[in-house]
């Protein structure tokens, strides 16, 4: 029988292999999976600032400032005067950064198709419900400890 650490590193191996072959099926067609990522959220999304990207994806501002840039300078969204805050710029995804994102989608699809193949309905539905409730009890540590970290900022005032 296998120990929680042995299943643990299994699962980071498993996904760093993924997201390995799938950031290199997608930079193939023209966009990293990093890159996507913006892309993905301000289609999903729409337009907005890079304060809101950077909430939401949980990056540094200063880290999606510098992804701005280079999504901007290969024309893959752009900037507008914020109307509401004349020291703000709002992002949006246009359409050649549109049809990038769709190009790599297909491949990053069939990727996951082959890989996932691996398993039949049964196994497929049982690792989703698995990995559900690993998801579920990160959720219910990370409640705990934003508790927790609430509690001691309310006691040491």
Same mark, same amino acid.
Request: with cysteine; aromatic share 6%.
């Given at each position: 029988m296998k120990n929680t650490f042995?299943?643990?590193?299994k699962l980071f191996e498993l996904y760093h292999r993924v997201h390995r072959l799938v950031n290199e099926s997608m930079t193939e067609e023209g966009v990293s999976l990093a890159r996507s990522k913006f892309l993905f959220f301000l289609s999903k999304l729409?337009?907005?600032r890079s304060t809101d990207i950077a909430c $939401?994806?949980?990056? $540094?501002p200063r880290t999606v400032t510098e992804a701005i840039?280079?999504?901007e300078r290969d024309r893959l969204v752009m900037r507008k005067p914020d109307p509401d805050d004349r020291r703000a710029k709002i992002v949006? *995804?246009?359409e050649t950064g549109r049809a990038v994102l769709? $190009? $790599?989608?297909?491949p990053r699809k069939q990727l996951i198709e082959? *890989?996932?193949?691996?398993?039949d309905d049964q196994q497929l539905d049982q690792l989703y419900d698995i990995v559900s409730r690993l998801v579920d009890k990160?959720?219910? *540590?990370r409640k705990r400890k934003d508790a927790e970290e609430e509690a001691d900022i309310a006691a040491a005032r």
């Open positions: 042995e299943v643990s590193d729409g337009p907005c $939401a994806l949980n990056f $540094a840039d280079g999504l949006s *995804i246009t769709q $190009a $790599a989608e297909h082959e *890989i996932f193949s691996a398993l990160t959720d219910e *540590i």
